[in-house]
């Protein structure tokens, strides 16, 4: 399976997708679009192992409801994910049964150098 999961409207997204050059056979869905449902998410889980690890901190919605001063649990990271796309963290890349979340660096260059192998 080849997808990407990002926002159209995410300079960062743009940039990684154009330099990692994702090739056409990726299906990328843009996720303010189109939802991730929750069987995309339970694709995600199994790859990476959590929810938590799927879960962007960063969001303006994790800070207006102040959720990092609550316990979460991955119930709560897979029902917030679930509630609103910008929980998400993006861009995520599964290529070869592999999974590639966020945008970190070290991420891109794995994300890199497995799409282009």
């Not at 990328?28 to 799927?54: C, R």
């Not at 919605?61 to 959720?67: A, C, F, P, W």
Request: aromatic share 8%; net charge positive; with cysteine.
């Amino acid at each position: 399976m080849e997808k990407g999961y990002h926002l159209s409207t995410c300079d960062t997204c743009k940039r990684i997708i154009r330099d990692i050059e994702i090739p056409s056979s990726f299906a990328m869905q843009d996720i303010k679009k189109n939802e991730v449902t929750a069987e995309q998410l339970e694709q995600m889980h199994a790859l990476s192992g959590s929810y938590e690890a799927l879960f962007s901190k960063r969001a303006k919605l994790y800070k207006e409801r102040n959720l990092k001063d609550e316990k979460l649990l991955e119930r709560d990271f897979k029902s917030l994910i679930l509630e609103h796309y910008t929980f998400l963290k993006r861009p995520v890349f599964i290529h070869n049964k592999e999974i590639f979340i966020g945008n970190s660096k070290k991420t891109v260059e794995a994300a890199r150098n497995s799409i282009k192998s």
